[in-house]
């Protein structure tokens, strides 16, 4: 069985919440979340995101996973993301107020007990359970290369001046540039979806530490946003979180 549950909010500095999510949890053995944090000014990383998160949903809804190969869990995120694509970059180039936006995107199908994911950008999965928190997506950003090639230490990247500068994002081009990963769940595991508006404010060992000993799972996505809160949530802020049960 699947349990699921996801909050955002504006945080405590900007104006308008350009983040963007959705849950569904259709049966006890099949889940779908998807996170965007738009960019592209104060209107356009909105609509970015809202397009996005939309679009990616209704594409998925009509493409049900059935089997592996072309039919499998991974293939229809792909597609669905590819149509959230197409729809974000066919707005940014035929409405001038939308010129350059785009979206972040990273988004779980799980199915049993195994997540399907799919990211573009810096917003990220999770796996975490009583052994440990592990990140499941890459960076598409500047400084996770950075910090591949070795010139900057995690640590330094989280305060890094070009922290926030990513190398890809849905809607950008014509064609979508997506990493999938697939992940074995076991009861009692946790998948966390955010934006880097959590991730960039609370620690992985504090992510840890509220979905497995900070009180009722139902309640974590609230506790980790009052953390950001109480630290100034200088960005929008959106979790989801998956329990196999």
Excluded at 24 to 39: F, K, N, T, W
Aim: aromatic share 4%; hydrophobic share 40%; glycine share 10%.
């Amino acid at each position: 069985m699947i349990h699921a549950w996801g909050i955002t909010d504006k945080g405590a500095v900007r104006t308008q919440n350009q983040d963007g999510f959705y849950l569904d949890v259709p049966s006890e053995h099949l889940a779908v979340g998807v996170v965007c944090d738009g960019m592209g000014g104060a209107k356009a990383g909105n609509i970015a995101s809202l397009i996005a998160v939309e679009t990616f949903v209704d594409a998925l809804q009509g493409m049900q996973p059935d089997g592996d190969g072309e039919a499998g869990p991974a293939a229809v995120l792909s597609r669905a993301a590819e149509t959230a694509n197409t729809a974000v970059y066919h707005r940014a180039v035929t409405d001038p107020d939308c010129r350059g936006m785009g979206t972040t995107m990273v988004a779980a199908l799980v199915v049993e007990q195994t997540a399907y994911l799919l990211n573009i950008g810096d917003s990220r999965a999770y796996h975490i359970n009583e052994d440990g928190i592990t990140r499941l997506t890459r960076d598409h950003s500047v400084v996770e290369d950075m910090v591949a090639r070795g010139d900057i230490t995690p640590e330094e990247a989280r305060t890094h001046p070009r922290k926030n500068l990513i190398t890809r994002a849905l809607g950008s081009e014509e064609r979508i540039r997506a990493d999938l990963y697939e992940k074995e769940l076991q009861p009692g595991d946790f998948l966390l979806l955010c934006s880097d508006g959590l991730s960039n404010i609370v620690t992985d060992q504090e992510l840890l530490y509220e979905a497995i000993h900070g009180g009722e799972p139902s309640d974590c996505c609230q506790r980790l946003l009052h953390i950001t809160l109480s630290r100034g949530a200088p960005d929008n802020v959106t979790a989801v979180l998956f329990q196999i049960v």
